[in-house]
Each structure stands twice: as structure tokens, then as C-alpha cells.
């Protein structure tokens, strides 16, 4: 009996599915619900998130490895503010100048998101504050006006309702 002719797999990677890959919103990462210990294999992660617009999803990439990761709430974290230029230097090694008026909390905890990487999409990505740079970007508000100012690059711009 001849065999069914089968056709040929498509062309490029497989398609990405969850693999037990999850980045808390606290920005510590589990894979299958066990924490990861090592802190520079926590920093490898951090630098190797990757947003594809096309797709609509976030991935790890590191080298020709490309896995597709759940998010709780943010798949990018703002680690540094600096005021005097207005950068964020965010998880994944890049700098961006920060959208004040895009400034939320945090359904979470309270904790201040931002939108981010709007050249991918343009409505932006979250992105989450780490302690120290939420602590460097309440050092820059002026809360004597209501509504309160941030004092950003050399300008007062008012902060949106948080």
C-alpha cells in the first residue's frame, strides 16, 4: 500500500509557544514555577527580552535560542532615571528618554509603570520601575503646585494623576 505524501514543514523557526518561562512583576523570572537563584543568569535573561510587533509576543533570545516567555505584568523594567537627561536605562541594556505623561501605577502594587520601545509599537510597551529608580524619580517631583511637577532635562512637566 503506497504512503500518503506528506508536505514539507514550513519554511523558518517553529512557532512560538509558552515554555514555562514566566518574568514576575517583580522582575524575578521561574521557569515551571521554580526561581531563578543565580544572579547572572537573571541578568542574562534581563538583557535577552525581545518584543515581536509582528507577532505580538515577548521572547527570550540568546544566540539562536528564541523562546516565547509569560509576562505577569511588564516585560521590561526601568533600572536607572536620571533626571538631568531624562533617560530611563531599562532591563535590557537600552536608554530611552522617559514619557512622563505615559506614568501609571501599577495594578499590582501601586508601583510606577511607563510606556516604552513606541518605535516597536506605537502605543509603547510597560515598563516597570525598580525601587532605586522610582526612589531617583520622586526625588525629581516638585509637590508644592498641585498638581505636582517633575523636574526632568531641565524642564517642569506635570505628572499625570497617580
Request: charged residues 25%; aromatic residues 6%.
Amino acid at each position: 500500500m503506497p504512503q500518503a505524501s506528506q508536505s514539507p514543514p514550513p519554511p523558518g523557526p517553529p512557532p512560538l509557544r509558552p515554555f514555562g518561562l514566566v518574568l514576575r512583576h517583580d522582575g524575578t523570572w521561574r521557569h515551571e514555577g521554580v526561581p531563578f537563584l543565580n544572579a547572572k543568569l537573571r541578568e542574562v535573561f534581563d538583557r535577552s527580552v525581545r518584543f515581536l510587533p509582528e507577532e505580538g509576543k515577548y521572547v527570550i533570545q540568546i544566540g539562536k535560542f528564541r523562546g516565547e516567555i509569560e509576562l505577569e505584568e511588564a516585560g521590561f523594567f526601568v533600572r536607572e532615571f536620571d533626571a538631568d537627561s531624562g533617560e530611563i536605562r531599562l532591563s535590557d541594556g537600552t536608554a530611552e528618554r522617559l514619557d512622563v505623561a505615559s506614568l501609571s501605577p501599577s495594578p499590582c502594587d501601586g508601583a510606577l509603570l511607563c510606556r516604552v520601545k513606541r518605535d516597536l509599537i506605537p502605543a509603547g510597551l510597560p515598563a516597570r520601575f525598580s525601587h532605586a529608580a522610582q526612589a531617583a524619580l520622586m526625588n525629581a517631583v516638585e509637590d508644592e503646585e498641585d498638581p505636582p511637577v517633575l523636574r526632568v532635562a531641565g524642564t517642569r512637566q506635570p505628572l499625570p494623576d497617580l
